[in-house]
């Protein structure tokens, strides 16, 4: 029995000391190995100039749409041209009946003619008085009548070249030309219609010269100014960019869209329509020597956007201010500077002060 009891004590102190051996062994090979890394893609922050943008989609509208008036009465004898009809600049586009003007000239130049004979004949009466008051054939009274009556018929004269130069004008209103190039957008009369002095007969939208006029969200009032960049596109047009300046900034905010309007004059350079949509993109600011690093190197955690700068092996965390993005690029206005490496693909995975290997990306 006591032989027995001693090879069980014995057997169980052998099984110790080995399950011990066992577990020193483990520790001491756990305690030998390294860290995984993490193996991941990295690229270096560069500094470049950067604009600050706001777009907006505005409207575009003819810089010049004026009506055109009748300059002088009459009945509606011919229209020249229609609604989206272009003219040019003293181009014809409608008659006015001639035959009252016609006479009103014959009569008024009839009256010239006959106070301009008139005239010369008292002109030599006036000589011829003059003469005889030298040799004292008529008194000094005489001359002065004849020279009052000479006087007279010269402010007639005047008077008829006058109303024969009115008239002369009047009948060159009949023709109603344009004041400027562009496109007929209203025929407001037609053939046999009577107009007065003054009332519109057509209306041109002048498309050599446009306004722009692009509303902003009213938050962005504050950084809004005259002489500003915009980069302006129109779909009527989508290969074509036009840079403009903004010229004025309306004081009131509109009711309707509760944004501040900026209006910009610019030429149009062909296929622009007024009354179309344009995008225009407006440079705020210009930053020189922003620090920025691709989009994907930005990762979102608790304490808020952050990206991996790697030295020494190690992923360091920093915590981001974020500015302005641009083609796949994100600037840094603080967490990391100008030349540090910065985790790109993989960073997704990585975890303050994590082991890495790195592949630097050109």
Same mark, same amino acid.
């Given at each position: ?82 609604? =989206? ?113 003054? #009332?519109?007969?057509? #209306? ?39 840079? =403009? ?34 995008? =225009? ?41 974020? =500015? ?39």
């Amino acid at each position: 029995m006591k032989a027995k009891c001693a090879a069980t004590l014995i057997l169980t102190v052998a099984l110790a000391v080995a399950a011990c051996s066992k577990k020193e062994e483990a520790a001491g090979g756990a305690a030998g190995k390294k860290p995984k890394s993490t193996p991941i893609t990295a690229i270096k922050a560069v500094s470049s100039n950067v604009s600050v943008t706001q777009e907006a989609i505005g409207l575009i509208e003819s810089k010049a749409a004026p009506f055109v008036s009748a300059e002088t009465a009459g009945r509606v004898e011919k229209i020249l041209v229609d609604v =989206g009809q272009k003219v040019a600049l003293g181009q014809p586009l409608a008659e006015l009946d001639k035959e009252n003007l016609t006479i009103e000239k014959s009569a008024a130049s009839a009256d010239v003619s006959r106070l301009s004979a008139l005239a010369a004949n008292q002109e030599k009466t006036v000589e011829r008085y003059a003469q005889l008051a030298k040799e004292n054939f008529v008194n000094r009274a005489m001359v002065d009548d004849v020279q009052v009556q000479l006087k007279a018929l010269q402010e007639q004269l005047v008077s008829a070249r006058a109303r024969l130069a009115r008239v002369e004008s009047d009948l060159a209103k009949t023709t109603i030309t344009s004041p400027a190039g562009g496109r007929i957008e209203q025929r407001l009369v037609d053939v046999g219609d009577f107009v007065s002095v003054g #009332r519109p007969v057509f #209306r041109i939208a002048a498309a050599e010269f446009l306004r722009v006029v692009l509303p902003f969200p009213e938050t962005v009032a504050s950084s809004l100014a005259t002489g500003q960049k915009v980069k302006l596109s129109s779909p009527s047009a989508p290969e074509i960019t036009v840079d =403009g300046m903004v010229a004025e900034i309306r004081p009131m905010i509109s009711a309707g869209a509760r944004a501040v309007e900026l209006i910009l004059d610019v030429p149009n350079p062909g296929g622009w329509k007024p009354g179309g949509t344009v995008k =225009g993109v407006l440079t705020m600011e210009e930053r020189q020597n922003a620090v920025m690093i691709p989009e994907t190197c930005v990762v979102l955690r608790p304490a808020g956007a952050v990206a991996y700068v790697v030295e020494g092996g190690l992923a360091k965390q920093r915590v981001l201010k974020l =500015g302005t993005r641009k083609d796949g690029l994100v600037e840094i206005i603080s967490g990391v500077n100008d030349g540090q490496l910065v985790a790109m693909d993989g960073a997704a995975y990585l975890t303050d002060n994590a082991p890495v290997s790195v592949r630097e990306e050109k």
